[in-house]
C-alpha cells in the first residue's frame, strides 16, 4: 500500500487517508475519492491531498479483518459486520469464553497491520457480549500476512452453559443454626440458576465421614456440592473421607484462588463432587464460582485445572471477603438508563413518552446526564424500542436492546452492563422514569469515594445507583424481576444526601403522573 500526499491530478480513485473538511462538505477518512471531490478540492485552493493506494496483492482493510474473523469465529461466537477495518466476535450464549494458549501472541506477531484483543480466557460472559475484536491498523494488508496470520490463529470460542441439577448437602454439628442452612440455600440456588442449573437441597446430616458417604450415594444429580460444618484442612478430614467411603477419589485438596482456598474437588463415578470453601456462603464471587462455571460450561475440571487458576486468581479487591483499602472515587463513570419495560400499571401510551414541561419523560433523563459532562448514556430499549429511541433522536446516547427484556429488570439491567465500554471503571445506572433528578446529584454521585453510591432522601435509598466494575459480572448474571439491590450486600455501599425527593420518583401509574404534572 502506498501513503502519502500526492498532487489532485493523481487523487481520483485513492482513499483519503484523513477526515477532511473540503469546501461546504466534510469527507470521512477512507472516502474514495471521485472527479466532483477532486474538483471541490482544487477549487478550495488546494494543490494536493494525503491518500491511501491498494497496491496488486492487497486486501483492503475491511475484507482482511473478516478474513481473519472468519477463521476465529469458534463454536458460540457469530462475527458482526465490518466496520472501519474492525470486526467484532459476539457471544451466541451465556458461557464462558475459552482462548487457545499462546495463540494471541501469535496472530498478534504476524504484521503490525492486523491485530487481535481479546476477553481474558474463562471470562464469563452474556449472550451477545464482546469477547474479541480483529482490528486492521491500514487500509489495506498484504495478502501473505493474511495467510500467516490465518495458518497461526486457532478458533475461539464461547462453551455455552447447559442445563444441569445440582444436589446439595450441608453436615451439621450442635450449634448449626436453621437461618444458616437457609442462607447457605438460597445463595447456592442462585448461583445454580445463574449457571442455568437447577438445585435441590437434601436433608443436612451430621458432620461425620460415615453419615456424609451414605448420603453421598443413590442421588440423581449432575453435580454434588458439599457444605461442611467446619473447614477442610486435610485428606483426613470429613468431606475427603466420605467421597472415598462412598466409592470415590479426592482429586484436590485447597485451590490458588483467593477467597476460595479451601475448595475439595472430588469424583464418584462420573459425579463431581465439590466440597465448598467457607466464603461460598456468601454470594460474593470467589473460587467456587470458577469450578461451577467450567463445569456448567461442560468444560473439564482436574487438578491441573484448578492449578492453573493461579493465575488470576487472587480476584478483585471488592469480591473478597474483607475490604483490603479504603475505596476512592472512580476514573471514568458513564451511565446505563434502563428503559426497556412495559410499566403494566400506566395503561395507555408507554409511560417514557408522556410529555412533561415541553419533553418525554425520558428526555428529562438523559438531559440531565449530558448536563453532568458523562459520556453518552447507554439506553436500554424493550418495550416499544423504536418509539422510545426516537424520542431521543436529538440526543447523543448509545441504545441497545435487551431481547429477553419481559423476563425482568434483571435481564435488562444486565444488557446495558454488558455494552459497558471497557475504559469504564464505575456504571452509574438509572431508571427511565425519573424525570426530575438534578444534574448536580449526578455529579456528586460520581465523585464521591466508594464502591456502590447512592442518593438518599430522608433515610430512604433512591436511584441512580453507582455500581464499580467489580460488581459487573454479578449484575450480569441477574435473573428475573431482580434489581441490582440483590448484589448490593456485597459492597460497602455509600449515601450522598439529595437536594430532594427526586430520587424516589416513581411514575408507574396514572396517578404518579398526574402528581408529576401538578408539580409543574
Known amino acids: 500500500m502506498k501513503f502519502g500526499p500526492i498532487p489532485l491530478a493523481q487523487a481520483a480513485g485513492a482513499l483519503l487517508a484523513h477526515g477532511q473538511q473540503i469546501g ?59 466496520v472501519h477495518g474492525r470486526v467484532n466476535l459476539a457471544a451466541a450464549a451465556d458461557g464462558l469464553f475459552t482462548v487457545p494458549p499462546a495463540m494471541v501472541a501469535a496472530v498478534n506477531a504476524v504484521d503490525e497491520a492486523l491485530t487481535l484483543a481479546t476477553l481474558p480466557a474463562g471470562t464469563r460472559v452474556a449472550g451477545g457480549a464482546i469477547v474479541a475484536t480483529i482490528k486492521t491498523i491500514r487500509y489495506a494488508v498484504a495478502q501473505t500476512a493474511i495467510d500467516v496470520a490465518i495458518a497461526a490463529a486457532r478458533p475461539l470460542a464461547v462453551a455455552a452453559f447447559r442445563p444441569h441439577h445440582v444436589a446439595l448437602i450441608a453436615t451439621t454439628l450442635p450449634g448449626t443454626s436453621t437461618k444458616a442452612l437457609a442462607k447457605l440455600e438460597r445463595v447456592t440456588a442462585a448461583r445454580v440458576a445463574a449457571l442455568g442449573g437447577t438445585m435441590e437441597m437434601l436433608p443436612p446430616c451430621p458432620h461425620d465421614s460415615t453419615a456424609l458417604a451414605a448420603r453421598l450415594t443413590g442421588h440423581t444429580a449432575d453435580l454434588l456440592l458439599v457444605a461442611g460444618a467446619s473447614a477442610t484442612v486435610d485428606r483426613g478430614d470429613v468431606i475427603p473421607q466420605a467421597i472415598i467411603a462412598a466409592g470415590g477419589m479426592v482429586e484436590r485438596l485447597g485451590m490458588p484462588v483467593d477467597p476460595g482456598n479451601l475448595l475439595v474437588l472430588g469424583r464418584i463415578g462420573a459425579c463431581p463432587v465439590i466440597g465448598l470453601p467457607g466464603c461460598a456462603k456468601s454470594p460474593k464471587r470467589n473460587g467456587l464460582d470458577l469450578v461451577l462455571e467450567r463445569l456448567a460450561a461442560g468444560l473439564p475440571v482436574s487438578a491441573q485445572t484448578i492449578a492453573a487458576m493461579g493465575d488470576g486468581g487472587l480476584l478483585p479487591e471488592a469480591e473478597r471477603p474483607e475490604p483490603r483499602a479504603a475505596a476512592s472515587a472512580p476514573g471514568t463513570v458513564g451511565a446505563v438508563v434502563l428503559a426497556a419495560g412495559r410499566a403494566n400499571r400506566m395503561g395507555g401510551p408507554h409511560k417514557l413518552l408522556e410529555m412533561w414541561r415541553g419533553e418525554p419523560i425520558i428526555a428529562h433523563v438523559v438531559g440531565a446526564i449530558a448536563a453532568a459532562g458523562l459520556p453518552p448514556p447507554i439506553v436500554v430499549l424493550g418495550h416499544q424500542g423504536d418509539a422510545v429511541q426516537a424520542a431521543l433522536a436529538d440526543r447523543p446516547a448509545r441504545f441497545v436492546t435487551a431481547a429477553d427484556w419481559a423476563d425482568g429488570m434483571g435481564r435488562s439491567l444486565a444488557a446495558g452492563i454488558t455494552a459497558v465500554p471497557a475504559d469504564w471503571d464505575a456504571a452509574l445506572v438509572f431508571l427511565a422514569d425519573m424525570p426530575r433528578i438534578e444534574s448536580e446529584l449526578i455529579t456528586a454521585l460520581t465523585r464521591t469515594p466508594g464502591q456502590v453510591v447512592l442518593p438518599s432522601w430522608e433515610s430512604r435509598r433512591g436511584h441512580p445507583v453507582r455500581w464499580p466494575r467489580a460488581a459487573f459480572a454479578r449484575l450480569i448474571g441477574l ?13 460497602t455501599v455509600t449515601s450522598v444526601p439529595a437536594p430532594s425527593d427526586s430520587v424516589l420518583d416513581d411514575i408507574d401509574t396514572p396517578a404518579a403522573l398526574a402528581a408529576l404534572r401538578e408539580r409543574g
Open 24 to 82: 461546504r462538505r466534510r469527507l470521512a477518512k477512507g472516502h474514495v475519492l471521485d472527479a466532483i471531490d477532486v474538483a471541490e478540492a482544487a477549487a478550495a485552493g488546494l494543490i494536493e491531498l494525503v491518500v491511501a493506494r491498494l497496491e496488486p496483492g492487497d486486501v483492503a482493510e475491511d475484507a482482511a479483518a473478516a478474513a481473519l474473523a472468519a477463521v476465529l469465529a469458534g463454536p458460540g461466537l457469530a462475527a458482526l459486520a465490518p
Open 479 to 491: 435473573v428475573g424481576d431482580v434489581g441490582g439491590r440483590a448484589v448490593m450486600d456485597d459492597f
